[in-house]
C-alpha cells in the first residue's frame, strides 16, 4: 500500500482502500453490473465507483457524472432517460468530486485486465482514456498504459481519391496515424478540453470526448488527475462533407498546468506529430519550457490566451514581435485566441491542421510511444510476465504464416476430415442400430482404418506449448497468454483479410508530389523499420535498438527487384496500418492488434505467384472463397505483381463498398481462420482420442478436464459440440463436468440453462457479453462454427428467486453461416447445432438479426425444426425474442418465431399463468428490441441513448423468464445437464425425430398454420371479450343486491356455466376449420394434428380457465365496490356527526384544534367505525398451515429440528393448560436439585415463567385483534420473537424441550385466537387493505373539512360581529333620538317654542328659588338650557313604556331585510364552493338596495373574509349567528337599561336635537345679556322682551361704563347712585352704538309700567 498522503486519503473516501492489495479484476463486474437490473444512482461518495463502472458497462453517456443524489430525488428521477441525465442534474443533486478523479481512481484500482475492458467501452462511449496515469505516489514514476489500448479496434474511410468508400479497420494501439498532443502553459481562461471536443466533433453535434470544466463536477479542484494524458480519436467516416480531417488523428491531452509536469511534457513533444501550446500569462519559466519545447517537437503550433497587453507577458512578445521567424516555425504557427470563443478557436486549429495532413506530419503508433515512455522513465504496464506471455504466444503460433488450414492441419490435426468422417460414420451406425439393421461391414471397416490412424497421433508442438503454457500456476501469466492469444489470433486474421496491395495503391495516388516527412528515415534505417511493425517513427536511434532486438530472417530477405519497385511505397506501406476490412464486421469488437514479425515480413514481399498460392488454400477438400471470386474473371499474369494484386483487391472492393451501402445483407466470406477456440477444441479431442482409441496420446492427457475446468471457471467458454464436424466429444465432456462438480460445493450445485440462439449475423457473443460481461467465440468474424458454454455463479438473492446456484450460458456460433462444405452437409449440421442446443435449454433466447436477408427462409426453418424436435421429447424451454432493431423485418421474423413458440406451449406447467399484459398469453415470451452499438461503423457514431434501458429490459425479462422455470421444474445438478446432454446428443445422431434433418418444408408449413391458428384465435378471443362484456352487466345490475351471498352467488354459478358453454361451442367451430385445414396435406395432417389438436384442447383449458377468474373478478370486485361504498357512508356518517361537534366545540371555546388533536378524533372515529362495519364472513381458510411453516421454519433455523414431531398437536383443541416435565430439565440439573423436595422448586419457577410469556401472549393476543387488521404471519413470527426473548432473561437451566413445547402450546393458542380475527376479515381482506391503504387519505380530508368548516364559521362570525351587528344596531338606534324628540314635543307644549321654552325655564327658577340656579342661568345659558332639556328626555324615558317595543320591533324589521338578502344571494349556489367576498358584498348590496339600509362595508375591504367555501354552508353558519345575534340583542333590549349610557349611544340624541330646535340664533342683548327672542329664522335685528336690570351680572362682563344715562332716568331713579352719573348715556345713543339690536326708550304715554331695569 502507497504511503499515506492526501491522494490515498482521497482514494479512501471513495472506498477503494481494499484494492491496493487485491485491484479490481474483470471477475468483479459479476458483482457490479451483471446481476444488476436497474440504474442505481449513488448516494455517497463510496457508492461511486460502482456506479461508474456500471453506468460504463451499459455504455451510458452520464457514466463518468460525479454526483450524488439524495434518497427522495432518486425516487423522483427513477424513470428519467440517461439524455436528461447528463450534464445537469437538480438542484437535489452534489457533485463530490472531480469526474476526472473519480476516471483516475478506478484506473488506479483496477488491474491491467479490466483497465482493457474500461478502455474499450470508454471508446465507444466516446470518452478519452488514459494514456499515461500519475502514480499515487509522486516519488514514483506515472504508468504508460498500453494493455489497455491493445483492445481498441474501429473502422474509418480515408479521403482516398481512388476509392472514397473503402473501409478500413485497425486496432488503434498499433495502426500509424498522426498524434496531435496539446498541453497548457500559464493561465489561461479557455477551456483546452472544450477545444479539443469541438475539433473532434467537427460539424456534428458536439461530444464531451475530454471532461472540461464546464460539466458537472468539472470546475471541482482535481485531487488524482493532474499530470495525466488523456487520449482520443478522430476517424474520418469517408464523407467529405462531414469530416474535418481526411485520416485518422489521435489527440491527447495532458492535464494541468504542463509546466509543473515538465516530464511529460518532455515525453509529448517528443512522441508526437505535433504539440499545440495553449499559453497563458507566462512566467520565465514557462518560456523557457516553451523554447525547449520548439527544440524537441517535429511541429509547434502556439495559440495566444495571455490576457495582457504588456510585451513582457505576451507569448508573442517574449522574444520579439516575430516569433515564428525567431522559433524557426512555420507561418502560421502562432494562432491569437485571445478573442475567439471555444469553437471559433476550435475551428482555427482544425484549419491548421487540415494544412497539414496527411502528408507533413509524421506517423506514430502507441506501441512505439510506448518504447520512448520506456527509455524516458515511465513505468510500462507490459512487463516481464506479460512480455513472456507474449513470446509464448508466438511461439505457439509459428508457422500460422503459411495460412490458417496448413497450421491446423499440422498443429491441430484432430480437428481434420478424420473427426469429421468419424461423427458421420458413428451417426450412420446409430441410424442402422434404430432402424434394427445389421451395422454395415463397410462402415465397420472405415472407421477401424480412422481409429488406426488416430492411435499414432502425439501431441503437436504447438498443443504441447499450449497446454504447458496453461498448467503455469502463474494466474497473471496464464491470463496474459490466453487474452494476448486471442488478441493475436483476431489480429491475424484482420491482417490477412486486409489486403495490403490496397493500401499501397491508395497512398501512391494521395502522394502525388512528394513523400511524408518521415520518409528520409528510410534511408537511414528502412530495413530496420520494415522488419518491426511496431517501431516508432522518430529518431534513428531507436531505429537502431530496435535492429539488435529483432533478428533478421535471411530467408525473407528483401530483393532488389522489390527496392525497384520502390522504397518509398515500401515504407509507406510498413508505417501505415491502416488495414482494409470488409464492411460487414461492424461492430465494436475488442481485441488488440500488432505486427507480427514473420507476417510483416510475408505481407511485404510476397509475390503474386505467392498470393494465388494463398488463394488456393483448401480446407476439407473445398476451395476457399478468395479463390471462387478469383475463378470468377481473368488475371493476366503478365502484369506486375502490384498492379495484379491492387486490381484483385479493388474488385473485392467494389462489392464492398456496395454491401456498406445497402447493409442489409453483409458479405461474408468463409475464410479459413483460427481462434483460441481451435486449441481449445483440439485440447478436447486429445483427450477424447485417448478414450475413443487408447493407447494414444501423451503429455499428462489427464490433465486436461482440470485445465478445462480452470478455464471454464475463469469465463472461457467451454466447447460443447463442434459445429464443424457436427460432433460432441462425449468423455472429454463426461471428465471436465465431473471434475467441475468435484470443485463445486455439493449441496449448492443447481443450474439453471440459458441459451442464445441466433443466426451468424445476429452477433451472438456480442451480445450476451453486453447481458453478462463473458467472451464467447465471435464465430461472425472467424466462421467459428460450435456451441459453447460459461458458467456463472449467481448471487444470494437470485438463487432465491430461480431456486438454483449456477446459471450455464450456452451461446450458438455460426448457425447458417455460409461454409466451405456442401449445402447439403450444411444444413444437417446447423440442424444439429440448433436441436442440442434447444434441448439442452430452460430458458431460449431467439436472437434476430436484419441482416440476414435472403437467408431468413434457412435461418427461421432450422430454429422451428429445433423447437417441434425437442417438443417430440417432452419439454419445450421458455423462448424470449430479441430483436437487433426495430425494423419491420426483425418484427415480423420475432412475431413470427413468436408464434410458433407460443403454439408448442401446450401443456399446463408450460403456460405463464401470471401475465398481466395478455390474459390469455400461453408463454411468458416477449420480443425485446435492444439497438446495439454492434453495427457501429467507428467512433464517430453515437450509442443509441436508449441503449442501457433496453439492455437492462432484457436482462429482466430474461431474469423472469428464469425464475418462471423454478415455478415450472425443479433445477437440475451438472449430472442431469450431462445426462441430458447425451440424451439429445443420442436422439440427433439416430435421427429418432419424425422431422429430418434435412426437412425444411414442415417448419414453413407449421409457420403458415401457426399463422392461421393465430388470426382464428384472435376473433375467438374477441367474441369471448364481448360475450364478458354483457356479463359484467348483469353482474353489476345487482346493485341493490350486491351484497346478498346467495343472490350473487347462484348469478355467478349460472355465468360460469354460460360461459363453459360459449367457450366449447367457439373452440369446436375452430377444431372443424383446423381439421379442414389440415385435410388438404396428409403429411400436415400426420405431423401437425397432434399438436395442433393438442393446443386447441389448451386454448379450451386456458379461456374457460380464464373466463372463470375473470368473472369472479368481476363478481367480487362488484362487491367489494358495494362494501367500500357501504364503509364510506358509515365512515362519512361518523366524521359528520364528530366533525359537527367539534366545529360546535370550537365555536364555543374559541379555540383552534391542532393537527395532532384532529388525528387523535379522526382515530376514534376510525376504530368505531371499522369496529361497527359488518365485513363478508370468511370462507374455510385454516390459518394452522401457515402457523405451523412458520414455527417449522424457526426451529430449523434454531437447530432443533429433532423436536419437529411436536408440531402435529398444532391446531388442535387444547384441553388444559401448559405444564412443566422433569424432560424440560438436563440430567445433571435434576440430579443437582433432586434433595430439594423432587425438584419442586426448579419446576416451579420454570412454571411461573411461562405463566408470565403465556400473561404477555393473551396481552399480545388482544392488542392485535383489536386493531382493524386481519392476520399475518409477522403475528407469529413477532410472537416467537417474545418467547426467544423472555428465555433469554431468565437463567434456568432448562433443555431445548422446554422451549418447543412452550411455542406449540402458544402456536396452537395463536391458531385459534387468530383464526377468529382472520374469519371476520378474511373474505373483505382485499377491501381492508384498500382502505387501511387510504386512510391518510381520509385522515386528510376529514382535516381539511373540519378546518374548512371550522373557517368557515368563524368567518360567518365575523361578518356577523364585524358588519351584521353594526348595521342591525344603527338600523336600531339611528332613528330613535327623532321619535324621542317628537314625543316629547307633542306631550310638552314649551318645547314646541324658542319663546315658550324661555319662559318655561323662569317660570321654573321662580318656582325653584335657587340663587344656585339662576346664577348658572345668568352666567352659562346653553349649559342651563341643556341641562334642563336632558332631564325632561330621561324623566320621558324613564316614565315611559315604549323604548322595549319600539327597539325588538326595529330589530324584527332588519333581521327580516339581511335574512332576505341572503336568501336572494344564496340561490343557485347550493353545494358550489365560491368565494365569499363577491357574494357577501352582493348581499350587503341587495340590503342597501332593497332594505333601504347602511351597511358599514370597510371591514370587507381586507383579505379576511376572502375565503373558499360552500355558500349554502356559510348560509347556514350565518343565519345560526344571525339567530344568535337576534336573541342576544332581544334580551338586552327586555332588561332594566341606564338611559343616560342609551342616551350616549344613540346615533342622533334627543336632548342635542330638542336644543338646536329651541336654542334660536344664539345672540345677547350687549347691555344685558338677554337672549334674543325672535323666532324667526334669519332675522337681523335681535330682540330681547325682557332685559336684566343693572348689577345682575359681573362688573366684568356686564356693566358699560362709557355709557352715559340720561338725566330723567336718574331723576326717576332716586336709588341711583352718584357715582355712576358720568358713566351714564342718553338711550338714544344706542341704536348707533348696537345696530343689530331693537332697544327702544320708554314711551312716556305708555300705560304700562317700565321695565324693571329702566
Known amino acids: 500500500p502507497p504511503k499515506d498522503n492526501a491522494q490515498v486519503a482521497f482514494l479512501n473516501n471513495l472506498g477503494l482502500e481494499a484494492f491496493w492489495t487485491t485491484p479490481l479484476d474483470p471477475a468483479s463486474m459479476l458483482d457490479i453490473s451483471t446481476w444488476t437490473l436497474e440504474n442505481q444512482a449513488p448516494l455517497e461518495p463510496k457508492d461511486l465507483p460502482n456506479a461508474f463502472l456500471q453506468r460504463l458497462w451499459l455504455l451510458r453517456p452520464d457514466a463518468r457524472s460525479p454526483s450524488c443524489k439524495s434518497p427522495h430525488y432518486v425516487l423522483d428521477n427513477a424513470n428519467k432517460s440517461p439524455e436528461e441525465m447528463i450534464n445537469g442534474f437538480g438542484e437535489e443533486s452534489q457533485c463530490a468530486i472531480n469526474p476526472l478523479d473519480l476516471v483516475t481512481a478506478v484506473f488506479m484500482s483496477a488491474n491491467t485486465f479490466l483497465q482493457q475492458e474500461m478502455t474499450v467501452r470508454m471508446v465507444q462511449c466516446q470518452f478519452a482514456v488514459p494514456l499515461v496515469l500519475p502514480n499515487i505516489n509522486p516519488e514514483e514514476p506515472s504508468r504508460f498504459l498500453l494493455w489497455p489500448l491493445r483492445g481498441v479496434v474501429s473502422q474509418w474511410r480515408s479521403h482516398f481519391s481512388d476509392n472514397n468508400r473503402k473501409v478500413y479497420k485497425g486496432d488503434l494501439a498499433s495502426t500509424y496515424m498522426p498524434m496531435v498532443s496539446c498541453v497548457k502553459l500559464g493561465h489561461c481562461g479557455v477551456s483546452k478540453s472544450k477545444v479539443l471536443n469541438n475539433v473532434i466533433s467537427g460539424l456534428r453535434s458536439p461530444r464531451e470526448t475530454f471532461l472540461h470544466r464546464e460539466m458537472d463536477g468539472g470546475q471541482l479542484p482535481r485531487r488524482l488527475s493532474n499530470g495525466l494524458v488523456e487520449i482520443g480519436w478522430y476517424l474520418p467516416t469517408g464523407d467529405t462533407s462531414k469530416d474535418i480531417f481526411p485520416v485518422p488523428v489521435v489527440i491527447s491531452n495532458l492535464r494541468g498546468d504542463a509546466s509543473t509536469h515538465d516530464k511529460n511534457l518532455s515525453f509529448l513533444c517528443q512522441a508526437s506529430s505535433i504539440v499545440v501550446v495553449f499559453c497563458g500569462n507566462l512566467r520565465e519559466k514557462e518560456k523557457q519550457l516553451l523554447t525547449s519545447c520548439k527544440d524537441m517537437a517535429s511541429n509547434l503550433i502556439l495559440i495566444d490566451l495571455s490576457d495582457t497587453e504588456k510585451n513582457e507577458n505576451r507569448v508573442v512578445g517574449f522574444v520579439d514581435q516575430n516569433l515564428e521567424e525567431d522559433m524557426g516555425l512555420p507561418g502560421g504557427s502562432v494562432l491569437q485566441g485571445r478573442t475567439l470563443s471555444e469553437k471559433e478557436l476550435a475551428n482555427r486549429l482544425c484549419d491548421t491542421l487540415k494544412d497539414l495532413l496527411p502528408d507533413k506530419l509524421k506517423l506514430v503508433t502507441l506501441e512505439g510511444v510506448a518504447k520512448l515512455a520506456e527509455e524516458l522513465g515511465f513505468n510500462v504496464d507490459e512487463g516481464a510476465v506479460c512480455k513472456k506471455a507474449m513470446a509464448t504466444v508466438e511461439e505457439v503460433l509459428k508457422g500460422l504464416d503459411e495460412g490458417s488450414a496448413q497450421f491446423r492441419e499440422k498443429q491441430l490435426p484432430l480437428q481434420g476430415p478424420l473427426w469429421s468422417k468419424l461423427a458421420k460414420i458413428e451417426k450412420e451406425e446409430r441410424k442402422q442400430r434404430k432402424e434394427g439393421k445389421e451395422i454395415d461391414p463397410q462402415l465397420q471397416k472405415e472407421k477401424k482404418d480412422i481409429l488406426v490412424e488416430l492411435s499414432s497421433y502425439k501431441m503437436t508442438p504447438a498443443m504441447k506449448i499450449f497446454t504447458d503454457a496453461l498448467c503455469t500456476t502463474d494466474k497473471v501469466e496464464r491470463t496474459c497468454f490466453l487474452s494476448w492469444m486471442r488478441l493475436k489470433l483476431q489480429l491475424m486474421q484482420t491482417e490477412k483479410q486486409n489486403s495490403p496491395q490496397d493500401l499501397f495503391t491508395n497512398l501512391q495516388t494521395e502522394k502525388k508530389d512528394g513523400m511524408p516527412e518521415h520518409s528520409d528515415e528510410l534511408e537511414n534505417g528502412a530495413n530496420d523499420d520494415l522488419w518491426d511493425s511496431d517501431s516508432f517513427c522518430t529518431d534513428s536511434t531507436f531505429e537502431e535498438e530496435q535492429t539488435e532486438e529483432q533478428p533478421v530472417n535471411t530467408e525473407l530477405q528483401i530483393s532488389e527487384q522489390r527496392f525497384e519497385i520502390g522504397q518509398e511505397l515500401e515504407h509507406v506501406l510498413q508505417k501505415s496500418t491502416e488495414k482494409t476490412i470488409e464492411p460487414q464486421s461492424q461492430q465494436k469488437e475488442h481485441f488488440v492488434s500488432t505486427h507480427?514479425?514473420?507476417?510483416?515480413?510475408?505481407?511485404?514481399?510476397?509475390?503474386?505467384?505467392?498470393?494465388?498460392?494463398?488463394?488456393?488454400?483448401?480446407?476439407?477438400?473445398?476451395?476457399?472463397?478468395?479463390?471462387?471470386?478469383?475463378?470468377?474473371?481473368?488475371?493476366?499474369?503478365?502484369?506486375?505483381?502490384?498492379?495484379?494484386?491492387?486490381?484483385?483487391?479493388?474488385?473485392?472492393?467494389?462489392?464492398?463498398?456496395?454491401?456498406?451501402?445497402?447493409?442489409?445483407?453483409?458479405?461474408?466470406?468463409?475464410?479459413?481462420?483460427?481462434?483460441?477456440?481451435?486449441?481449445?477444441?483440439?485440447?478436447?479431442?486429445?483427450?477424447?482420442?485417448?478414450?475413443?482409441?487408447?493407447?494414444?496420446?501423451?503429455?499428462?492427457?489427464?490433465?486436461?478436464?482440470?485445465?478445462?475446468?480452470?478455464?471454464?471457471?475463469?469465463?472461457?467458454?467451454?466447447?460443447?459440440?463442434?459445429?464443424?464436424?457436427?460432433?460432441?466429444?462425449?468423455?472429454?465432456?463426461?471428465?471436465?463436468?465431473?471434475?467441475?462438480?468435484?470443485?463445486?460445493?455439493?449441496?449448492?450445485?443447481?443450474?439453471?440453462?440459458?441459451?442464445?440462439?441466433?443466426?451468424?449475423?445476429?452477433?451472438?457473443?456480442?451480445?450476451?457479453?453486453?447481458?453478462?460481461?463473458?467472451?464467447?467465440?465471435?464465430?461472425?468474424?472467424?466462421?467459428?462454427?460450435?456451441?459453447?458454454?460459461?458458467?456463472?455463479?449467481?448471487?444470494?438473492?437470485?438463487?432465491?428467486?430461480?431456486?438454483?446456484?449456477?446459471?450455464?450460458?450456452?451461446?450458438?456460433?455460426?448457425?447458417?453461416?455460409?461454409?466451405?462444405?456442401?449445402?447439403?452437409?450444411?444444413?444437417?449440421?446447423?440442424?444439429?447445432?440448433?436441436?442440442?442446443?434447444?434441448?439442452?435449454?430452460?430458458?431460449?433466447?431467439?436472437?434476430?438479426?436484419?441482416?440476414?436477408?435472403?437467408?431468413?427462409?434457412?435461418?427461421?426453418?432450422?430454429?422451428?425444426?429445433?423447437?417441434?424436435?425437442?417438443?417430440?421429447?417432452?419439454?419445450?424451454?421458455?423462448?424470449?425474442?430479441?430483436?437487433?432493431?426495430?425494423?419491420?423485418?426483425?418484427?415480423?421474423?420475432?412475431?413470427?418465431?413468436?408464434?410458433?413458440?407460443?403454439?408448442?406451449?401446450?401443456?399446463?406447467?408450460?403456460?405463464?399463468?401470471?401475465?398481466?399484459?395478455?390474459?390469455?398469453?400461453?408463454?411468458?415470451?416477449?420480443?425485446?428490441?435492444?439497438?446495439?452499438?454492434?453495427?457501429?461503423?467507428?467512433?464517430?457514431?453515437?450509442?443509441?441513448?436508449?441503449?442501457?434501458?433496453?439492455l437492462l429490459k432484457l436482462k429482466q425479462n430474461l431474469f423472469d423468464a428464469l425464475k418462471k422455470c423454478a415455478a415450472k421444474s425443479e433445477a437440475t445438478g451438472l449430472p442431469e445437464f450431462m445426462s441430458r446432454l447425451c440424451a439429445v446428443w443420442d436422439a440427433v445422431r439416430a435421427e429418432s425425430f419424425s422431422i429430418g434433418l434435412q426437412n425444411t418444408d414442415i417448419a414453413l408449413a407449421f409457420s403458415l398454420m401457426c399463422t392461421e391458428l393465430s388470426q382464428w384465435e384472435d376473433s375467438f378471443l374477441k367474441r369471448m371479450e364481448s360475450w364478458l362484456m354483457g356479463a359484467t352487466k348483469k353482474i353489476f345490475a345487482t346493485k341493490a343486491k350486491a351484497l346478498d351471498a346467495a343472490i350473487q352467488n347462484d348469478l355467478l354459478s349460472e355465468l360460469k356455466d354460460e360461459a363453459r358453454e360459449e367457450v366449447k361451442t367457439e373452440v369446436d367451430k375452430l377444431r372443424s376449420k383446423a381439421e379442414a385445414y389440415l385435410m388438404k396435406d396428409y403429411l400436415k395432417m400426420n405431423t401437425f394434428k397432434p399438436i395442433l389438436m393438442s393446443n386447441m384442447d389448451d386454448l379450451q383449458e386456458r379461456v374457460t380457465e380464464d373466463m372463470m377468474q375473470r368473472l369472479e373478478t368481476v363478481n367480487e370486485s362488484h362487491c367489494s365496490s358495494a362494501q367500500l361504498k357501504k364503509f364510506e357512508t358509515l365512515l362519512e356518517k361518523e366524521q359528520e356527526s364528530k366533525l359537527h361537534a367539534l366545529v360546535e366545540t370550537s365555536k364555543s371555546t374559541k379555540v383552534l384544534l391542532q393537527d395532532t388533536d384532529l388525528e387523535e378524533e379522526f382515530e376514534g372515529v376510525w376504530s368505531k367505525t371499522l369496529s361497527n362495519f359488518d365485513f363478508r364472513p370468511s370462507e374455510t381458510d385454516d390459518i394452522t398451515a401457515r402457523v405451523t411453516d412458520i414455527l417449522k421454519e424457526n426451529l430449523i433455523i434454531r437447530g432443533l429440528q429433532k423436536h419437529m414431531k411436536k408440531l402435529e398437536v398444532i391446531g388442535q383443541t387444547q384441553t388444559s393448560s401448559f405444564q412443566v416435565y422433569d424432560e424440560h430439565f438436563g440430567y445433571r440439573s435434576r440430579l443437582k436439585h433432586m434433595f430439594e423436595d423432587n425438584n419442586r422448586l426448579q419446576r416451579l419457577e420454570a412454571q411461573q415463567a411461562a405463566c408470565n410469556i403465556i400473561d404477555e401472549y393473551n396481552q399480545f393476543v388482544a392488542d392485535k385483534s383489536s386493531s382493524p387488521a386481519d392476520f399475518s404471519d409477522s403475528y407469529i413470527t413477532e410472537l416467537l420473537e417474545n418467547v426467544e426473548k423472555a428465555l433469554k432473561e431468565k437463567t434456568m437451566e432448562i433443555k431445548s424441550a422446554f422451549e418447543v413445547d412452550l411455542k406449540v402450546y402458544l402456536c396452537s393458542a395463536a391458531c385459534q385466537d387468530f383464526q377468529k380475527l382472520h374469519d371476520r376479515y378474511s373474505k373483505d381482506r382485499e377491501l381492508l387493505t384498500c382502505i387501511t391503504a387510504t386512510k391518510s387519505t381520509y385522515l386528510a380530508e376529514f382535516m381539511y373539512r373540519f378546518r374548512k368548516r371550522d373557517q368557515c364559521q368563524r368567518v360567518a362570525l365575523a361578518f356577523t360581529s364585524m358588519i351584521v351587528k353594526p348595521t342591525v344596531l344603527d338600523y336600531i338606534y339611528r332613528p330613535l333620538g327623532m321619535r324621542i324628540v317628537k314625543e316629547i314635543q307633542g306631550q310638552a307644549k314649551q318645547y314646541q317654542s324658542q319663546r315658550a321654552f324661555h319662559q318655561s325655564l323662569l317660570e321654573e327658577l321662580i318656582k325653584e328659588d335657587s340663587f344656585e340656579s339662576l346664577l348658572e342661568y345668568l352666567l352659562h345659558y346653553d349649559n342651563f338650557r341643556l341641562r334642563k332639556i336632558q332631564e325632561t328626555v330621561v324623566a320621558h324615558l324613564s316614565e315611559s313604556n315604549n323604548l322595549e317595543k319600539w327597539r325588538l320591533q326595529r330589530l324584527g324589521e332588519i333581521v327580516g331585510k339581511i335574512a332576505a338578502a341572503v336568501s336572494q344571494t344564496a340561490e343557485g349556489t347550493n353545494g358550489v364552493l365560491s368565494d365569499t367576498k363577491p357574494l357577501l358584498e352582493r348581499m350587503c348590496l341587495t340590503l342597501e338596495k332593497d332594505g333601504d339600509v347602511v351597511v358599514t362595508r370597510a371591514a370587507l375591504d381586507g383579505p379576511l373574509f376572502s375565503i373558499t367555501t360552500e355558500w349554502d354552508r356559510f348560509v347556514r353558519y350565518l343565519m345560526e349567528f344571525l339567530a344568535a345575534m337576534r336573541l342576544d340583542l332581544a334580551q338586552e333590549f327586555s332588561q332594566n337599561v341606564d338611559i343616560t349610557q342609551l342616551l350616549q349611544c344613540l346615533p342622533i340624541q334627543p336632548q342635542h336635537s330638542l336644543f338646536n330646535r329651541l336654542r334660536g340664533c344664539d345672540k345677547h342683548c350687549p347691555l344685558c345679556r338677554a337672549p334674543c327672542e325672535l323666532e324667526d329664522m334669519g332675522h337681523e335685528v335681535h330682540r330681547a322682551l325682557l332685559h336684566r336690570p343693572k348689577g345682575m351680572l359681573p362688573h366684568d362682563s356686564g356693566s358699560r361704563s362709557c355709557i352715559s344715562w340720561p338725566e330723567s332716568m336718574t331723576e326717576g331713579n332716586p336709588g341711583q347712585s352718584k357715582d355712576t352719573h358720568d358713566m351714564s348715556v342718553a338711550c338714544r345713543h344706542l341704536h348707533s352704538l348696537y345696530p343689530d339690536w331693537s332697544v327702544s326708550p320708554e314711551d312716556p304715554t305708555n300705560q304700562m309700567p317700565n321695565e324693571y331695569w329702566r
Open 596 to 950: 507480427d514479425l514473420v507476417i510483416e515480413q510475408q505481407l511485404s514481399m510476397t509475390s503474386n505467384e505467392k498470393k494465388i498460392q494463398g488463394e488456393e488454400m483448401t480446407e476439407n477438400g473445398t476451395l476457399s472463397c478468395q479463390r471462387k471470386q478469383r475463378d470468377e474473371r481473368e488475371l493476366t499474369p503478365a502484369k506486375s505483381d502490384l498492379t495484379s494484386s491492387a486490381k484483385q483487391q479493388m474488385y473485392l472492393d467494389v462489392s464492398f463498398e456496395h454491401q456498406v451501402a445497402s447493409c442489409s445483407q453483409p458479405f461474408e466470406p468463409d475464410l479459413p481462420s483460427l481462434g483460441l477456440e481451435h486449441f481449445l477444441r483440439e485440447m478436447g479431442l486429445i483427450f477424447e482420442l485417448t478414450h475413443i482409441s487408447p493407447g494414444s496420446g501423451s503429455h499428462n492427457v489427464l490433465r486436461l478436464p482440470s485445465l478445462a475446468t480452470d478455464l471454464l471457471l475463469y469465463g472461457i467458454p467451454l466447447e460443447l459440440m463442434d459445429g464443424d464436424a457436427s460432433n460432441i466429444p462425449i468423455h472429454w465432456l463426461g471428465c471436465v463436468f465431473a471434475e467441475l462438480k468435484r470443485r463445486l460445493p455439493q449441496e449448492q450445485c443447481r443450474t439453471r440453462v440459458l441459451t442464445n440462439l441466433g443466426v451468424h449475423q445476429a452477433r451472438n457473443a456480442e451480445v450476451l457479453s453486453a447481458l453478462f460481461g463473458v467472451k464467447f467465440p465471435e464465430g461472425r468474424k472467424r466462421s467459428t462454427r460450435g456451441v459453447y458454454m460459461v458458467v456463472l455463479c449467481l448471487p444470494d438473492n437470485l438463487r432465491k428467486d430461480m431456486e438454483c446456484d449456477f446459471l450455464l450460458l450456452i451461446d450458438v456460433e455460426g448457425l447458417c453461416s455460409m461454409s466451405l462444405d456442401n449445402k447439403r452437409n450444411t444444413l444437417i449440421h446447423d440442424n444439429e447445432m440448433a436441436t442440442v442446443a434447444t434441448g439442452l435449454s430452460d430458458v431460449l433466447m431467439q436472437n434476430i438479426s436484419s441482416h440476414a436477408g435472403t437467408e431468413f427462409e434457412t435461418n427461421f426453418t432450422v430454429i422451428v425444426n429445433a423447437l417441434l424436435r425437442i417438443k417430440e421429447c417432452g419439454s419445450i424451454p421458455i423462448c424470449q425474442l430479441l430483436a437487433e432493431d426495430e425494423g419491420i423485418n426483425s418484427v415480423l421474423q420475432a412475431s413470427q418465431l413468436r408464434r410458433v413458440s407460443e403454439m408448442l406451449q401446450t401443456e399446463t406447467g408450460d403456460r405463464g399463468t401470471n401475465n398481466s399484459d395478455n390474459c390469455y398469453a400461453k408463454t411468458t415470451s416477449c420480443i425485446t428490441c435492444v439497438k446495439g452499438p454492434w453495427y457501429n461503423m467507428s467512433l464517430s457514431e453515437p450509442i443509441d441513448m436508449q441503449y442501457s434501458k433496453d
